[in-house]
């Protein structure tokens, strides 16, 4: 993946507020119910709030903001600009995420999508995440219910595996 990288020449970095317009215009072009402005400040002034974007000619493409907690991180947002998608700007993204699990402190990543977001849901399953429960009328924007995905980390994937080995 690091070939990738240097071959689109991303750089994956943590989020400055001078970002913010480019984010904005990220997220207006991604989603039909975007965050406002002042969505992303309210977020990402909490302690526990961190934003990563990714950028190409020194141009934001992508960005995600997600919380850390004593054993998961949750990421809230997450898009990457429709000229840019399918070419490993967000599994690169996903991978960044992933390399601050430890089998023994924040040992998962959680996530909602909603029910008729069928290419995330792709994303992030081809990314290793399981949807886990579905969320009824989770979005305050409308009655569209939720899938609650989880990645977990290797370690403890592999522990469960071998639980559920020895439980059959």
Request: with cysteine.
């Amino acid at each position: 993946m690091a070939e990738l990288e240097e071959a689109l020449d991303i750089h994956v970095r943590w989020m400055i507020r001078r970002d913010m317009p480019e984010v904005l215009s990220v997220e207006r072009e991604a989603f039909e119910f975007s965050w406002s402005e002042e969505d992303f400040t309210r977020c990402l002034r909490q302690r526990n709030c961190i934003g990563m974007v990714a950028e190409m000619a020194d141009s934001v493409v992508a960005f995600m903001i997600y919380e850390l907690h004593r054993t998961r991180l949750h990421v809230l947002n997450f898009a990457v600009t429709h000229t840019q998608r399918r070419k490993g700007i967000g599994s690169r993204m996903m991978e960044k995420v992933a390399g601050k699990l430890t089998p023994d402190r924040r040992n998962r990543v959680l996530l909602e999508v909603r029910e008729t977001n069928l290419p995330a849901q792709l994303f992030f399953r081809k990314n290793g995440f399981r949807a886990v429960s579905v969320l009824k009328d989770f979005y305050q924007d409308s009655t569209e219910d939720a899938y609650l995905m989880q990645y977990l980390c290797e370690a403890v994937s592999a522990v469960s595996n071998e639980e559920i080995k020895r439980a059959a």
